[in-house]
């Protein structure tokens, strides 16, 4: 994407049909391309979110506002990760650790399994650290149980998908079967620095949804509050971009700026021959991201996985693209997404070695509390050659006073 | 038995060229075709190409003809097909663009025909909310399961002599909304629905509903339609609506 003098002004694509270089002039464009979960190795999303978006509106210039905030939510079914809803422990559901026991009582005693997917996704972490966690079924990955036996007679009216799922992909019947399930990660807070009426610090460039970082889920998203975020927010960024197009003259195209991406493209990324599979680059990354940047966190890992991005980021100028065919050629797709994810997984870890207390998602080993005062800032991530420019901005304040969260 | 799978795989190149990749697949690394396909993309053959997305049988992206039958890459689990060596194919009814990647565009084009949303006749400016019972609700409920993958027109017999034919995906969505109380359109969707490409071509064979990985009964769905259509002829016939 291009911005000119502080205005959208065009953006180039690749027709995965034909391998067509097109470039879109507009007036205006909504960012509207979700998160960035596939960053890790474990995860709920679809193979397709990649982080694209975001990626593309930092190296643009736009800021991204609070990418370490990474949501976990606590039961991804093992070992594919696919969503266990909440639902299910909402109904009543039961988790159990590897000796089939309730555990929550030690993490939230009142609210159990109910507490908050930061504090129980801990909880199962911390269950698999002392050794009870399950093993053995699934490779080497430890995991816990979700237990819905108990409410086996209202199942198939409350929650179907679950026992349609576990049924599909794991031969388990869940009115008689624990179902093994693990943290798995859910949610990217973080995205475009924009605000409620969708705007950017740029005109003309709008966004909505995860792809956008409004702050109404802070440092922790609430389950089911993305749907007023792409419902409502959504709306809100159609009708502006509209009216907002409306009003102004589609910008002249500045042709330099398209024969250098092109040129990147076909000159460069295609060209380069040293070997390295972007698929293992993005394998490694998502499982040192699972590892050092997950649940957990401390300055070591952190430390560690930021070094480990640097050299990924150099393996990743030695690809080589196999692939040589214009139509359909997911290769090349993977090798600018596996660009783009590099990035940000750079810019989630120096948020979080930078971020030294522990809030929401973000929990740091190191920092187990909340630290109001030197932190309760948001987090901006300006794009430069050298790496992201961490910079801080205050956290608005209305109704809602921070408070002790306890379960 | 051994301890790899052999996917033998039907491509096609760019040029227009078709052969078939064979391929060993480690059964301890993978469970699901789509992991599979995955496994051979990242470690064996960059230039093997196929549509997924969410894994989980929600994005509708992934469906191939596996040993012999439209499924879902990603739900279908390579050991449940109890064999050894697995043919993959791009579905049928379908022009290949690539390997396993068809075009899905005349199906789509299809889909639209049938005005797969709610018409009102108050055109949605309504003041107050429209209630709707679980008895309401579970009239179309299986048919709004839908993902939209195009198995059942891989499946049908009269899709394959008559590309024409609507099919059993689009006059199942018909169904789906002219079964929904909220709904008013179904003077403007019987045209389609019940017109020379519709249900007339439909011969009962029932391979929609058999392929179906959501469980819609599209066969079902077409008898309701020539039902429905009728009721709206008959009552035209003597000037009502």
Redesign the interface.
């Known amino acids: 994407m291009f911005i000119e003098n502080g205005r959208f002004n065009s953006l180039t694509t690749i027709n995965l049909r034909t391998g067509d270089f097109t470039v879109f002039q507009g007036k205006a464009i909504v960012f509207a391309a979700g998160g960035a979960g596939r960053l890790y190795q474990f995860s709920t999303y679809a193979h397709s979110v990649s982080g694209d978006g975001d990626a593309i509106a930092y190296r643009a210039g736009i800021p991204l506002k609070d990418m370490e905030f990474i949501q976990f939510h606590p039961t991804g079914l093992v070992p594919s990760g696919i969503l266990i809803t909440e639902g299910a422990r909402a109904d009543g559901g039961y988790l159990l650790n590897g000796e089939k026991k309730r555990f929550m009582q030690a993490y939230a005693p009142n609210k159990l399994e109910k507490a908050s997917r930061d504090v129980v996704s801990r909880a199962i972490m911390w269950e698999i650290e002392a050794g009870r966690g399950a093993k053995g079924e699934y490779g080497d990955m430890e995991y816990v149980y979700l237990d819905l036996r108990h409410m086996a007679d209202v199942l198939d009216e409350r929650l179907p998908m679950i026992t349609e799922i576990a049924k599909k992909f794991n031969g388990i019947d869940a009115h008689t079967e624990l179902i093994p399930v693990h943290p798995a990660t859910h949610y990217t807070m973080g995205g475009i620095d924009s605000n409620v009426k969708t705007t950017t610090d740029y005109s003309g460039i709008f966004a909505a949804g995860e792809n956008a970082c409004v702050s109404i889920h802070g440092a922790n998203r609430l389950g089911s509050n993305s749907t007023n975020e792409c419902l409502a927010l959504g709306n809100v960024a159609g009708v502006s971009a509209a009216k907002y197009a409306m009003e102004h003259d589609i910008p002249d195209l500045v042709v330099s700026n398209v024969d250098a991406e092109e040129k990147r493209i076909w000159d460069d990324l295609l060209k380069r021959n040293g070997g390295e599979n972007v698929a293992k680059i993005r394998e490694d990354l998502r499982n040192n991201m699972d590892k050092n940047v997950g649940i957990f966190r401390d300055a070591n890992g952190l430390n560690t996985a930021l070094k480990n991005i640097k050299s990924y980021k150099e393996r990743y100028e030695k690809i080589s693209i196999q692939d040589k065919s214009s139509t359909f050629n997911m290769e090349l797709e993977w090798a600018l997404e596996v660009g783009f994810m590099l990035d940000l997984a750079e810019i989630i870890t120096v948020g979080a070695i930078m971020r030294t207390e522990s809030r929401g998602a973000h929990y740091r080993k190191d920092y187990p509390n909340r630290d109001d005062e030197n932190f309760l800032k948001h987090t901006i991530a300006t794009y430069t050659k050298d790496g992201p420019k961490i910079t801080y901005k205050p956290v608005v304040i209305t109704k809602w006073q921070p408070t002790v969260r306890t379960y | 038995m051994a301890d790899e799978y052999e996917f033998e795989i039907k491509r096609k190149?760019?040029s227009g060229k078709v052969y078939y990749s064979t391929y060993k697949v480690p059964k301890d690394k993978i469970?699901?075709v789509l992991e599979g396909l995955l496994y051979i993309?990242?470690?064996l053959d960059?230039?093997l190409?196929?549509r997924?997305?969410?894994?989980?049988?929600?994005?509708g992206s992934c469906g191939m003809e596996i040993d012999g039958k439209p499924r879902m890459a990603c739900?279908t689990?390579v050991e449940d097909l109890k064999k050894d060596h697995i043919k993959i194919e791009p579905l049928k009814h379908y022009k290949v663009?690539?390997?396993l990647?068809v075009d899905i565009d005349p199906f789509f084009d299809k889909y639209r025909e049938v005005k797969p949303y709610i018409i009102r006749d108050d055109d949605g400016k309504y003041d107050k909310e429209l209630p709707q019972t679980p008895e309401q609700f579970h009239e179309y409920a299986n048919f709004a399961m839908c993902i939209k993958c195009g198995l059942c027109m891989a499946a049908c017999p009269i899709e394959g002599s008559d590309p024409n034919y609507l099919g059993p995906a689009p006059l199942a969505a018909a169904w789906r909304y002219i079964a929904d109380n909220r709904d008013q359109g179904a003077k403007y969707r019987v045209e389609v629905v019940d017109g020379e490409e519709g249900t007339s071509r439909c011969h009962f064979a029932g391979e929609c509903t058999e392929v179906c990985p959501k469980g819609v009964d599209p066969s079902f769905a077409i008898q309701k339609l020539r039902r429905t259509a009728l009721k709206i002829e008959i009552a035209s016939i003597f000037g009502g609506r």
């Open positions: 190149d760019e469970s699901t993309k990242e470690n960059q230039s190409s196929f997924y997305s969410c894994r989980m049988e929600i994005c739900s689990i663009i690539r390997d990647v």
